[in-house]
């Protein structure tokens, strides 16, 4: 019972503390909200360059050309060999009528090429297999799966080119592109909550200062130090609560603003479908970094300048 009571003390003190320094509660408040606003919309941005990264990936594939002479026996042998397989997940054939039909879809505006293809007596276009893998990591192995069986005397004979090597590096370049965006962004956000963490922390410091006579008087009468600390400790949670619900409250409207744009640039990601849908997500982190932050910053502030 005596330590409820204790408790209740703790946090009514700090409450009051909260209130009664307005200016440096308003001034920490301040800190922290920039602060979690840039580790929100660091959050956001790597959410976007993650679904443009699935996107693309998605489009991935291993097109076997088949030369246009291939047999369909041939091409039944060699899409039987990548069914076997482990690492195929599906299989597409697209026959040589099909691959004239897509290629005059693709250059219906351009008429020069339309007009020299007519001019052909015969479909110069081969068939091709579409292979997708389980994952992209096992793409490469499928592709040289593919090229051992080019250069063999079997049905791979009838293979023209692989195109793979020529997707698999410009997806590799995007996935350097965003692990090195994604290390930006949390250097960023590291300098931020230390930034943030000092001002807190010499906020806090002046709100100590201003109430040393009653913390001297507590030590006088035997306070314990976690009694001392606690109202320090508990406004800074207080500035961690404002701050987050701040941050989580201009978040709608701002994403909501975003929203079409986002949706017209990275496709089909919308920075405020994304985030409505993972709002208990941006709830806990956002809350949690906002009070660890504030309490953090408290406790170091009463640890170090108070030598209690």
């Not at 699935?54 to 026996?73: E, G």
């Not at 791979?156 to 930006?184: M, P, Y």
């Not at 941006?282 to 170091?300: D, Q, W």
């Amino acid at each position: 019972m005596a330590l409820w009571i204790n408790i209740q003390r703790v946090a009514r003190y700090g409450l009051i503390g909260f209130v009664r320094n307005a200016f440096v509660s308003l001034s920490a408040v301040l800190v922290m909200t920039i602060t979690l606003f840039v580790v929100s919309g660091i959050m956001l941005s790597n959410a976007a360059l993650e679904a443009t990264l699935k996107q693309l990936t998605d489009k991935v594939d291993v097109t076997v050309y088949f030369q246009t002479d291939a047999s369909q026996d041939q091409i039944a042998q060699v899409q039987k060999m990548l069914t076997a397989l482990p690492e195929v997940a599906s299989i597409a054939f697209v026959s040589r009528d099909q691959a004239l039909a897509l290629f005059r879809e693709r250059h219906k505006s351009d008429q020069l090429t339309l007009q020299a293809l007519d001019e052909l007596s015969d479909n110069p276009l081969g068939a091709s297999l579409e292979v997708r893998a389980k994952q992209t990591s096992q793409y490469e192995s499928i592709a040289q799966f593919l090229e051992t069986q080019q250069k063999s005397d079997g049905a791979g004979s009838a293979i023209d080119h692989v195109n793979f090597f020529r997707n698999k590096g410009a997806i590799d370049q995007l996935t350097k592109v965003i692990d090195a965006s994604q290390r930006v962004g949390f250097a960023v956000a590291l300098v931020l909550v230390l930034s943030s963490l000092l001002i807190a922390f010499n906020t806090i410091r002046l709100a100590i200062y201003t109430s040393r006579d009653e913390i001297g008087v507590m030590n006088l009468v035997g306070a314990s130090h976690w009694y001392v600390r606690g109202p320090f400790v508990m406004s800074g949670v207080l500035y961690g609560v404002v701050s987050s619900l701040l941050v989580l409250l201009l978040l709608y409207p701002v994403t909501a603003w975003l929203g079409p744009a986002s949706g017209r640039f990275f496709g089909s990601f919308n920075v405020f479908t994304y985030f409505v849908e993972h709002f208990p997500h941006f709830f806990a982190v956002i809350s949690s970094s906002g009070v660890a932050l504030g309490a953090l910053s408290s406790y170091l502030a009463v640890r170090r300048y108070l030598r209690i």
